[in-house]
C-alpha cells in the first residue's frame, strides 16, 4: 500500500496531454452523475428528476426516462445501446437509447462560448417505458452499477444499505443471480471496481476496510482495513497501462488498483 496523500510532485503525469476543458452546457438541474459511452459520442446524465443522453457530436439534449427519484448512478452497457440508471428509490432502470426521444438544443454554437441554461424537459413528457425501459430493485438507493464487457447482459449494483449483487438483464423477473456479503454502508455514495479480467470486485466499506470478492462464486478472497478513510473513488487499471515504469507505481505485480478518498490516493497492489 502506497500512501500519496504527501505526495505533490505529479511530473510523472502530463496533464496537459489530455486537452483542454470544454464547457458543453448548464443545466437547470441537478446533476448527480454522468457517464460516457465507449466511443466517446455520447454522455448520460443522471439529474433529480430522470435521465437525459447528450449528443456530444450535435451538441444536443434528449430526455431518456423520467421519475420522481434521483438518479444517483450511471453506466453504459459496453455495446452502447443500454444505459444503466440507479435511483435513490432502489430502482434500476434499463434504457434503450436507440429508441426515439425528443431532442433539445444545447444552445452551443461553439465550445465555451455559451451560457445559457439548458432545461430538462418538463414531467409531463416521459419516454416510451414499455418499449425503451426495464427495472429491477434493490433494498436501497443505488450508489454504483459497472457493466460486464465478458457478457452483455451482467452487470454489478451496489446500494446504499450495504448491498452487492450480480444481474442478469435477461432474467430481472427473478432477481439477482449473485450477491456479495459483508460490505458496511448506511448512506455513503462508494464505488465498486472490476479488476481487468472481470474476475474479481473491490469496494472499499465506511469501516475503512477493503474488500474483495469472487464475482463467480461470491466468496470475500480478501479483507483488510487499510486507512482511516472512506475510499470515495476506486479505479482497476487495465494491465500494462502503467504511469510510469521506472517509477513505485510499476504494475509488473500480479494486480493494482487505485483508491481515492478525501485524505488522499492510496494504490494497493498484490506481490
Same mark, same amino acid.
Given at each position: 500500500?502506497?500512501? $500519496?496523500?504527501?505526495?505533490?510532485? $505529479?511530473?510523472?503525469?502530463?496533464?496537459?496531454?489530455?486537452?483542454?476543458?470544454?464547457?458543453?452546457?448548464?443545466?437547470?438541474?441537478?446533476? +448527480?452523475?454522468?457517464?460516457?459511452?465507449?466511443?466517446?459520442?455520447?454522455?448520460? #446524465?443522471?439529474?433529480?428528476?430522470?435521465?437525459?443522453? $447528450?449528443?456530444?457530436?450535435?451538441?444536443?439534449?434528449?430526455?431518456?426516462?423520467?421519475?420522481?427519484?434521483?438518479?444517483?448512478?450511471?453506466?453504459?452497457?459496453?455495446?452502447?445501446?443500454?444505459?444503466?440508471?440507479?435511483?435513490?428509490?432502489?430502482?434500476?432502470?434499463?434504457?434503450? %437509447?436507440?429508441?426515439?426521444?425528443?431532442?433539445?438544443? !444545447?444552445?452551443? @454554437?461553439?465550445?465555451?462560448?455559451?451560457?445559457? !441554461?439548458?432545461?430538462?424537459?418538463?414531467?409531463?413528457?416521459?419516454?416510451?417505458?414499455?418499449?425503451?425501459?426495464?427495472?429491477?430493485?434493490?433494498?436501497?438507493?443505488?450508489?454504483?452499477?459497472?457493466?460486464?464487457?465478458?457478457?452483455?447482459?451482467?452487470?454489478?449494483?451496489?446500494?446504499?444499505?450495504?448491498?452487492?449483487?450480480?444481474?442478469? #438483464?435477461? #432474467?430481472?423477473?427473478?432477481?439477482?443471480?449473485?450477491?456479495?456479503?459483508?460490505? %458496511?454502508?448506511?448512506?455513503?455514495?462508494?464505488?465498486? @471496481?472490476?479488476?481487468?479480467?472481470?474476475? #474479481?470486485?473491490?469496494?472499499?466499506?465506511?469501516?475503512? !476496510?477493503?474488500? &474483495?470478492?469472487? &464475482?463467480?462464486?461470491?466468496?470475500?478472497?480478501?479483507?483488510?482495513?487499510?486507512?482511516?478513510?472512506?475510499?470515495? @473513488?476506486?479505479? +482497476?487499471?487495465?494491465?500494462?497501462?502503467?504511469?510510469?515504469?521506472?517509477?513505485?507505481?510499476?504494475?509488473?505485480?500480479? +494486480?493494482?488498483?487505485?483508491?481515492?478518498?478525501?485524505?488522499?490516493?492510496?494504490?494497493?497492489?498484490?506481490?
Amino acid at each position: 500500500m502506497i500512501d $500519496l496523500s504527501l505526495t505533490t510532485d $505529479l511530473a510523472m503525469v502530463s496533464l496537459n496531454a489530455y486537452g483542454k476543458i470544454e464547457r458543453l452546457g448548464s443545466y437547470n438541474r441537478t446533476v +448527480w452523475t454522468a457517464d460516457c459511452s465507449s466511443d466517446g459520442t455520447q454522455v448520460a #446524465l443522471g439529474a433529480n428528476n430522470g435521465a437525459a443522453l $447528450l449528443n456530444l457530436e450535435k451538441r444536443s439534449l434528449s430526455w431518456m426516462y423520467h421519475c420522481k427519484s434521483d438518479v444517483l448512478s450511471q453506466q453504459f452497457m459496453h455495446s452502447g445501446n443500454v444505459v444503466l440508471c440507479g435511483l435513490r428509490n432502489g430502482s434500476i432502470v434499463a434504457i434503450d %437509447v436507440r429508441q426515439r426521444h425528443r431532442n433539445f438544443p !444545447t444552445g452551443l @454554437a461553439s465550445p465555451g462560448t455559451a451560457r445559457r !441554461t439548458v432545461p430538462m424537459l418538463p414531467a409531463t413528457h416521459q419516454a416510451d417505458k414499455a418499449k425503451s425501459t426495464r427495472a429491477i430493485s434493490m433494498s436501497s438507493a443505488v450508489c454504483s452499477l459497472v457493466a460486464l464487457s465478458s457478457d452483455e447482459n451482467y452487470f454489478l449494483g451496489s446500494s446504499m444499505d450495504g448491498s452487492i449483487k450480480l444481474f442478469d #438483464l435477461r #432474467l430481472i423477473q427473478k432477481g439477482a443471480v449473485q450477491s456479495y456479503v459483508g460490505h %458496511v454502508n448506511s448512506h455513503t455514495h462508494l464505488p465498486l @471496481a472490476v479488476d481487468p479480467s472481470e474476475t #474479481l470486485l473491490m469496494s472499499g466499506g465506511e469501516d475503512s !476496510t477493503v474488500r &474483495i470478492w469472487s &464475482i463467480k462464486t461470491g466468496e470475500q478472497v480478501f479483507e483488510k482495513r487499510v486507512a482511516d478513510t472512506l475510499f470515495t @473513488a476506486l479505479c +482497476w487499471p487495465e494491465s500494462g497501462l502503467d504511469v510510469d515504469r521506472s517509477s513505485l507505481f510499476d504494475l509488473r505485480h500480479s +494486480w493494482g488498483a487505485w483508491m481515492g478518498s478525501r485524505d488522499g490516493l492510496y494504490y494497493m497492489h498484490g506481490t
